[in-house]
């Protein structure tokens, strides 16, 4: 992952000009306090460090200590340090590891912090406050939201004779793949040249594949066949809130893990041994594939005058059930065992506030939770020359669906990997499917 971007040197001048933070330094303890605060973004860590020096400046007895850390390291991290006592004060959490936390009384109530402050939620995106709320009591406050596109070579695609415009009109069906099928096959090529089209195409010598499929996405599928499969009907759960029972056996689940294992068995997709240990931005940008999903947040990292390919964004394909591409919001929690709660939950709301998340819009990287924020998040994209319709055009659309939040989340997303990892490698997706639903749902039991 890239750490600078035009966007990211963008952001850096447009921190510089920070305003005061709305808590004021008398507020909490006088004495002095240092904050430890978590994220896993280090393409956004110079962004919240700006956010901390501003914050530290209102308030001269608190100082934020950052520590950023990649994605898996992450959780494990956070997971030790909490069963140890040592967690950090504030940390950035994601929904799906939310209700665990909630159900070990590991998060800190904001409810009476958020009741007591001029915090206006319909300022924020819609729909992002409301997932941090369970039981009547507050975890979290709206930290930025995000949904995904397909991110595609423009070469390839130029030369399979496709443009930007036709690309965002794709359709895709599980039984032959719709236009985005055929798109996939125009796109991989053989050692020869030939295209996936050609009847005489090699599969077993195949240079550039057409599609990228993420296999290491848990029980939510949110790079890929989680996208595919609720535009053909699938979703998670019948249950309202937190479900105990699944539909991860559907027929549209299975039929779109069919439709994927059909991609490699022919020849337009990577096998599951030939991507298990490369990473989506290493195999787009070697070229070794023309496309995949990915989301907003890497958005800037693809377009950057830098890349080593030129790459392009359109909406997901739109499927029979309509076009549906996954969205999420993260927050910034405190952790229970807080030594310093006042302190903690000020850091929070600025975090949530105009001055910061304004500031980190304006660098264009990621879409702020305030709705200030992403149109200011638009408004660099914009003025770089960085074309976000893909993912403004479908959340204004309504056309997503929301990634959802399951207790034991460790284990489902365990238990439904293995089984989408098993079908990439051969294994039969209704059997395989159905032993990982009834796996799942016994968990509840």
Partial sequence: ??????????????????????????????????????????????????CADAFTEENPNITINITQTGWAQYWQNLSTQITAGTAPDVFTNQISYYLQFVQNNQLLDLTENVEASDIDFADYKEGLAERWVTDGKRYGLPKDWDTVALLYNVEAATEAGYTAEQLSTLTWNPEDGGTFGELVKAMTVDGAGRDGLDPNFDKSDVVRYGYYPEWADGAIGQNGWGNFAHSAGFTYSDDEGA??????????????????????????????????????????????????????????????????????????????????????????????????????????????????????????????????????????????????????????????????????????????????????????PAERLSEANDAVEALFK
């Fill in 243 to 428: 479900p105990t029972t699944f539909n991860f056996d559907s027929e549209p689940l299975i039929e779109t893990g069919a439709w994927l294992q059909s991609l490699i068995e022919d020849g337009y997709a990577p096998g599951f041994d030939e991507q298990s240990t490369l990473g989506t931005q290493a195999v787009m940008e070697n070229q070794n594939v023309a496309s995949t999903i990915t989301g907003s947040w890497m958005a800037s990292t693809y377009l950057a005058e830098d890349a080593p390919v030129e790459f392009g964004f359109a909406m997901v394909p739109e499927g029979p059930d309509g076009r549906t591409a996954a969205t999420n919001g993260l927050a910034d929690s405190v952790w229970a065992g807080t030594e310093h709660p006042e302190e903690a939950y000020q850091w929070v709301e600025y975090l949530a506030s105009a001055d910061c998340q304004n500031s980190v819009g304006e660098a264009g990287l990621i879409f702020p939770a305030l709705d200030s924020g992403t149109e200011a998040a638009l408004e660099a994209r914009d003025a770089a020359g960085f074309d976000s319709s893909a993912f403004a055009s479908v959340a204004d659309a309504g056309e997503t669906f929301t990634i959802p939040a399951f207790e034991r989340s460790a284990e489902v997303n365990s238990a439904i990997q293995d089984a989408m990892q098993a079908i990439a490698q051969g294994a039969d």
């Fill in 1 to 50: 992952m890239k750490k600078t971007t035009p966007l990211a040197a963008l952001g850096v001048a447009s921190l510089l000009a920070l305003t005061a933070c709305a808590s004021g330094s008398d507020e909490g303890s006088a004495d002095a306090v240092t904050l430890d605060y978590w994220l896993w973004d280090d393409i956004q860590l110079p962004l919240y460090q700006e």
